[in-house]
């Protein structure tokens, strides 16, 4: 009976130094912290139209979840942190979000895979939800923290993406948020 009681304790222990070690900011980065950020949104100097919309999105989106506009540059700041959002040496249609060294760096092999990993982004880590044209959910959120081991890569296995509907064609707006 003692025996059991005092691996109970152990394990209990054991757990709570875990959880208290995930729960370190050593492990996450803070995109925004209590409404201020120290990040900045950056694109290539050559950025095509879909790099500069991609870019664009993100800080507008970011704007309205935490009433800070990050600038968007085309060289780094040696005083902030990055968040880049490229084209890269990527599959056509793969898209990568990752955490390297502090920075976030969202891509895509191509203009309009960029495009999606804005959105996904969005989505999935800071739960933006499109339901019509002008129907949004848009959290509200004084801070924003990503761990730092996040590396997404995604390749769909269906690369042409055509609804055939009236609401898609008239908003194509819409449409690209629906990946």
Same mark, same amino acid.
């Given at each position: 009976?003692?025996? &059991?009681?005092? +691996?109970?304790?152990?394990?209990? =222990?054991?757990?709570?130094? +875990?959880?208290?070690?995930?729960?370190?900011?050593?492990?996450? /980065?803070?995109? =925004?912290?209590?409404?201020?950020?120290? #990040?900045?949104?950056?694109?290539?100097?050559?950025?095509?139209?879909?790099?500069?919309?991609?870019?664009?999105?993100?800080?507008?989106?970011?704007?309205?979840?935490? *009433?800070?506009?990050?600038?968007?540059?085309?060289?780094?700041?040696?005083?902030?942190?990055?968040? +880049?959002?490229?084209? !890269?040496?990527?599959?056509?249609?793969? /898209?990568? /979000? &990752?955490?390297?060294?502090?920075?976030?760096?969202? *891509?895509?092999?191509?203009?309009?895979?960029? %495009?999606? !990993?804005? #959105?996904?982004?969005?989505? =999935?880590?800071? @739960?933006?939800?499109?339901?019509?044209? @002008?129907?949004?959910?848009?959290?509200?959120?004084?801070?924003?923290?990503? %761990?730092?081991?996040?590396?997404?890569? #995604?390749?769909?296995?269906?690369?042409?993406?055509?609804?055939? *509907?009236?609401? +898609?064609?008239?908003?194509? *707006?819409?449409?690209?948020?629906?990946?």
């Amino acid at each position: 009976m003692k025996t &059991k009681v005092i +691996f109970f304790k152990y394990c209990f =222990v054991l757990l709570t130094c +875990f959880l208290i070690s995930s729960c370190n900011e050593n492990n996450a /980065i803070k995109i =925004v912290n209590a409404g201020k950020s120290n #990040y900045e949104i950056v694109v290539n100097t050559m950025a095509s139209k879909e790099e500069q919309f991609a870019a664009k999105e993100l800080q507008n989106y970011l704007k309205k979840i935490t *009433s800070v506009e990050l600038e968007i540059v085309t060289n780094t700041s040696k005083s902030k942190k990055q968040i +880049f959002v490229k084209v !890269a040496a990527l599959e056509s249609a793969e /898209i990568v /979000i &990752k955490v390297e060294e502090n920075n976030l760096v969202i *891509s895509g092999g191509s203009g309009t895979a960029l %495009k999606n !990993a804005v #959105y996904e982004f969005l989505e =999935v880590y800071l @739960n933006c939800k499109w339901y019509a044209p @002008n129907v949004e959910e848009i959290p509200t959120l004084k801070t924003i923290v990503l %761990k730092k081991d996040l590396n997404y890569s #995604y390749t769909p296995d269906i690369t042409t993406r055509t609804v055939h *509907s009236r609401l +898609f064609y008239e908003n194509p *707006s819409f449409a690209g948020k629906h990946k």
